[in-house]
């Protein structure tokens, strides 16, 4: 049976995560994101939620509305004296703390996936990546003190005392020796998971402001905690551009910004060089996801981009993404000019105009919302 405050914890998280869940989209359209631990936990500020806890009061004090005095006398403290007392001196108490309440990836995806009603992606890659789990199902005479048995060392040692006779039901008193300790022994299984490339590029020219890069960090977060949560292990590559496109890390990708023109191409075929070197479509699964402005240089250079597209990146892909940042710089053309080429909602090709941070949400059910 469990122990009381192990159920009030329990019903505490719920409480908890119900919460997030709740308030998810204030939380997406502020900017703020979960702070990764080492541990492969999440660590979500929670400013309106408290520890529940009992706080006791001096008995010397009385209740509201009792002591001496006649109606209409001031109430202490209300002409501002003392220190912490008035709108101009500061206050001596500590003030209210922040709660961070740690979540796993598995519980933060649960989350955004029944906030968005998102399906599971059924994988399309053949290819699997081995990893080995080690599962404690069955017991041993050796190991470390970590790893100890204690009730299968003592059940040992009953039947040894037993068997020599050394038992006494009237002092029923049960000592194990080192021959009857019992370890938890792991036996290693290999399982087989699907592998994922996730592709990131983004337009770095001078018409991407900083907010428009804010909104493409945070969508791409929890874009990125899906995909995990539906995969084993992803690989995350990073592609800016502006009239040229390099690979960058992810620190680069987000802080980077030029003021040159716009070839879009240039990162479509990045991209097609990416995956023929290094991903397999029939083995993997990938995912390229495209921001941008919508400016592009040229016509020309429109038309090259769709035969790209057509030839090589979608017949490759899962699903391609194209995410239209507004911007008041940007003419937003090239959103129309894929949703005259495939349409707005095509089988392989999803386009989301992402107006501000409020619409991230509504973006990322756009994206992974066919489960592809």
Known sequence: MDHPIKRDHSRFRKIVKGRIRDSLRKYVSSGEMPIQKGSGTFKVPMPSIDTPRF??????????????????????????????????????????????????????????????????????????????????TSVGSTGPDSLKHYKRSFKEALKRQVATGTYDPDNPIVIPIKSDMRYRAANTVVENENAAVVIYMMDVSGSMGDEQKEIVRTESFWINLWLKHQYKEIDVRY????????????????????????????????????????????????????????????????????????????????????????????????????????????????????KNKDAILDSIKDFLGKGK
Request: aromatic residues 8%; negative net charge.
């Open 55 to 136: 706080k006791f009061g001096d008995k010397s004090q009385g209740g509201m509305g009792q002591g001496d005095g006649q109606p209409g006398d001031p109430v202490q403290g209300e002409e501002g004296e003392g220190p912490g007392e008035g709108g101009e001196k500061a206050g001596s108490d500590a003030g209210n703390k922040e709660l961070e309440v740690e979540l796993s990836l598995e519980e933060l995806a649960s989350i955004l996936g029944e906030e968005l009603e998102l399906p599971n992606i059924e994988p399309k890659g053949k290819k699997t990546i081995e990893s080995t789990i080690d599962r404690y």
């Open 239 to 354: 592609i800016i551009h502006d009239a040229t496109a390099k690979e960058v890390d992810e620190e680069t990708f987000f802080r980077t910004r030029e003021s040159g023109g716009t070839l879009i191409s240039s990162a479509y075929k990045l991209c097609r060089e990416i995956i023929q070197a290094d991903y397999n479509p029939a083995e993997w699964n990938i995912y390229p996801f495209h921001f941008s402005d919508g400016d592009n240089w040229s016509t020309d250079d429109t038309k090259l981009c769709l035969e790209i597209l057509d030839n090589d990146i979608l017949p490759s892909s899962n699903i391609f993404c194209y995410g239209q940042v507004e911007s008041r710089y940007g003419s937003g053309q090239f959103y129309k000019d894929l949703h005259s080429k495939y349409g707005e909602r095509s089988e392989e090709m999803i386009l989301s105009k992402i």
